[in-house]
């Protein structure tokens, strides 16, 4: 059985020798106190410089009445909470087995100070892992905080079954979102980020929402989501875009699918309401265990939180936005490392990741195995439609919109590594290499460019002058490799493939 997908940047450090660090130890010294909206808030002063607070919840806990409920506001409290211990893991499966609370919803916060002279910028990291797994303490926010003099937030939202599991038309109309429920919960912590991040010394006004695989996925709801608006102004997608919003035919037989798993009929679905955690989780994990469950779960266009098609509600979208997104060249030769079953070319294993749009995939693969090693045009083809398709049309879709757009792509290999595959570009934008990749010269200057880019960005809106912004007549991305280059490219299409991809 495949490891969980979020410790997969930690297999990915074994390949590439770069181990994403995560929080420094708490350093002498009383705790800093912040004081938010609903009150006082402990946390620590870090042996690396800087304050943390960890741990801090955005919202109620969505448990008992509230389970499969939008978030709700946080009640306000007396005296001091600590604030000075990660929160609990959202519910999934880790090692086969179930872990995670569903008292989940917290975030955690680095910065160099509680007062400035000027608000610093902030940037909000929302991590990925298949929206089955991960959680916002795998980001190294002092990377970001100390040397970079940017206040950083890392967010935890509900997961799998709890987060993307569609029960309105079972349930009735109090539960209509519970489809989007992890959507919902990430807007809800940039609510916090809004109401509260200057009391850590941050603007409000100067916030980039940033994440990665699921992470990027999310994001790209968030921009389709109207309850959002106003609570960011820049967006860093790294290996996704919209293509995960799937409609409710989709969302609903997957919702079947779980009901079979837990031996119950459609009009038992209450008893969602009262089943221990574990027994969701272990249902899920039979859905979920190979490529089945890469694209099984993630937001839906509900009419309400999603109200359109992502792309037609991004054409439109103001005020204007400012975005960096990319992919890595060769993302699925990490799943292909997973799964034996996807390293061949085979026309039944897109089902598992595309669902009934598998077809259109292997039509492309077959056309590229005209002029390309069977092997290599395998790679290329399902790197296309699971991350890179994606990813260009919603740079295309922003850039004729008017919004600032600059586009990149992660070509690097660390010498005797892996090539550039899924998630391999964290260690390099988070400038934490581990010993093997800190060990080629070229690795360092990497990390240290690409890391100096992103904060350029996140702290300027521009990742700088040497990167061209992407204009759809002319496009250009940055390839970063050992020597990075601006490279004029033309963006893969397909117009007969959907814009989501996983479909039943």
């Known amino acids: ?43 620590t002063r870090e042996a690396s410089g800087g304050l943390a607070f960890r741990g801090v919840a955005y919202a109620e806990a969505p448990t008992g009445a509230a389970r ?73 926010g002092q990377n970001f905080a100390g040397a970079d003099s940017l206040v950083a937030v890392s967010i935890n939202y509900r997961l799998g079954s709890f987060g993307f599991l569609q029960l309105g038309n079972l349930l009735g109309p109090e539960y209509r979102q519970a489809g989007n429920l992890g959507l919902l919960d990430a807007v809800a912590a940039l609510r916090w980020v809004h109401a509260n991040i200057a009391a850590f010394g941050g603007d409000p006004g100067r916030v980039t929402v940033m994440g990665e695989s699921a992470g990027a996925k999310l994001l790209g709801a968030v921009l389709a989501t109207p309850a959002a608006d106003g609570l ?13 919003v799937r409609d409710t035919a989709t969302a609903a037989t997957v919702t079947a699918r779980l009901l079979t798993a837990l031996g119950l009929r459609p009009d038992q679905a ?31 266009r509900d009419g309400r939180t999603i109200p359109e098609e992502p792309l ?22 990490l799943f292909m490392g997973f799964w034996p079953t996807l390293r061949q070319p ?49 740079a295309g879709t922003l850039a004729r919109a008017g919004h600032a757009v600059w586009l990149y792509r992660f070509d ?33 200057e990497l990390a240290r460019q690409m890391h100096r880019r992103w904060v350029s960005f996140i702290a300027t809106g521009s990742p700088g002058a040497e990167w061209p912004a992407y204009v759809p007549t002319r496009p250009q991305a940055l390839v970063f490799d050992s020597v990075s280059r601006a490279q004029q490219f033309k963006p893969y299409e397909d117009a007969a493939f959907p814009n989501q991809a996983f479909h039943l």
Request: with cysteine; charged share 15%.
């Open 68 to 140: 499969f409920r939008p978030p709700q506001p946080l009640r306000s409290w007396s005296g001091v909470r600590p604030a000075t211990a990660f929160g609990p893991h959202a519910p999934q499966n880790t090692n086969n087995a179930p872990a995670g609370d569903e008292n989940c919803l917290t975030l955690n916060v680095w910065t160099p100070s509680l007062r400035a002279a000027r608000p610093k910028p902030v940037v909000v990291w929302v991590h990925g892992g298949s929206f089955t797994g991960g959680s916002g303490d795998d980001f190294p």
């Open 412 to 444: 690097y290999r660390v010498p005797g590594g892996a090539g550039p595959v899924h998630a391999q570009e964290l260690g390099f934008v988070w400038n934490t290499l581990g010993p093997k990749a800190a060990a080629a010269p070229s690795a360092q």
């Open 270 to 300: 209450r008893q969602f309401l009262t089943l221990p955690t574990a027994d969701i989780l272990r249902a899920q994990q039979q859905l979920t265990a190979g490529p089945n469950g890469l694209q099984l779960f993630g937001p839906v």
């Open 232 to 244: 960011y102004q820049q967006v860093i997608l790294e290996s996704g875009g919209t293509q995960a």
């Open 1 to 43: 059985m495949m490891a969980p997908f979020f410790f997969r940047w930690f297999l990915l450090s074994a390949l590439a020798g770069g181990v994403p660090l995560l929080a420094g130890g708490q350093g002498p010294g009383p705790g800093p106190v912040a004081s938010t909206v609903a009150g006082r808030l402990q946390g």
């Open 346 to 394: 085979n026309a039944d294993v897109l089902t598992n990741l595309f669902g009934t749009n598998g077809a259109p995939v292997w039509r492309a693969y077959q056309q590229a195995a005209r002029t390309q090693p069977t092997d290599q045009a395998w790679l290329r083809t399902t790197t296309d439609y699971l991350y890179r398709l994606a990813s260009y049309r919603l």
């Open 312 to 333: 037609a509600h991004l054409a439109r979208k103001r005020p204007l936005l400012r975005a960096l997104v990319g992919t890595n060249r060769d993302e699925a030769g």
